[in-house]
């Protein structure tokens, strides 16, 4: 009896945090590898975000994100780095250098100018079997349409490497974060459902690795919340933007935030 009651009472806290109106928020800020990692089957190469011109850049990237005044933020680190928490320290005493990379270009600059006291890493890593799928396409016949859904995937990854060479650092974050270029990058993925059968489920099984390393990441992320008044701000690759939105949407204890609703906002 006290279970079926216990039950019941997280039953009902749990529809009324999900309808109340006050429930934490959570923004995803898709981004593009700053510092050239080059991990990603398709990268965009971008120039030097250190020059004045792409410094003032992301000084404006940096204003709009407050006006989410996020309460903490996550970063693409894994979850237990000790190193982020060093360098962050270090940072905030003047001993730390930034480097390219966004979570110290856009997530420690605006975590201290916020006067956070840490940012928080929630990066888990995965298992990515691409060849599996390939092989499986050239097995089957299908190796050209494998090749064509690649080059397709390779092609979105151009437009935005060159976006970003005519545009401002914001301006090409607004543009990778819409709802069309969000859904343009997931594309690919359930392309890859095409590829498989009940005795080789390989692109099906691409997808699910893919899906488990995100919900643990999204996981980290709602671990963060402490009360329904907290503004969660993640700073990731854009290529796990989409999977998060899917998540928080789908997820009635949070409320979903976009860019493109801070842009205007004074």
């Known amino acids: 009896m006290r279970k079926i009651m216990l039950l019941t009472l997280l039953v009902a806290a749990s529809l009324c945090w999900g309808q109340a109106e006050a429930r934490p928020e959570i923004l995803v800020l898709g981004t593009y590898h700053m510092a050239n990692h ?81 940012v928080y890493p929630v990066n888990v890593v995965g298992e990515f079997h691409m060849q599996r799928v390939q092989d499986y396409a050239k097995a089957h016949g299908k190796g050209d349409k494998f090749e064509a859904m690649m080059a397709q995937a390779g092609a979105m990854v151009k437009e935005q490497d060159e976006y970003l060479r005519t545009h401002s650092v914001l301006e090409t974050l607004e543009y990778m974060n819409s709802d069309a270029e969000t859904a343009k990058a997931m594309a690919p993925y359930y392309a890859c459902l095409r590829y498989g059968e009940p005795d080789d489920y390989a692109g099906a099984e691409l997808i699910a690795m ?57």
Not at 38 to 47: G, K, L, S
């Open 210 to 266: 893919w899906y488990q390393r995100n919900i643990r990441i999204y996981s980290n992320i709602v671990a963060l919340v402490d009360s329904p008044d907290d503004r969660i701000l993640v700073i990731y690759g854009a290529g796990h933007l989409g999977w998060f939105r899917q998540d928080a949407e789908g997820d009635s204890f949070v409320k979903l935030r976009k860019l493109a609703e801070f842009r205007g906002k004074q």
């Open 38 to 118: 080059n991990r990603d089957i398709y990268n965009i190469q971008a120039d030097d975000d250190l020059s004045p011109k792409r410094q003032q850049e992301i000084a404006e990237v940096i204003e709009v994100l407050k006006r989410f005044r996020p309460t903490k933020i996550a970063i693409e680190a894994d979850v237990d780095s000790k190193a982020i928490t060093s360098n962050y320290t270090d940072y905030l005493a003047g001993k730390y250098t930034l480097s390219r990379d966004a979570t110290d270009q856009i997530g420690f600059r605006l975590a201290k100018e916020l006067g956070h006291k840490a």
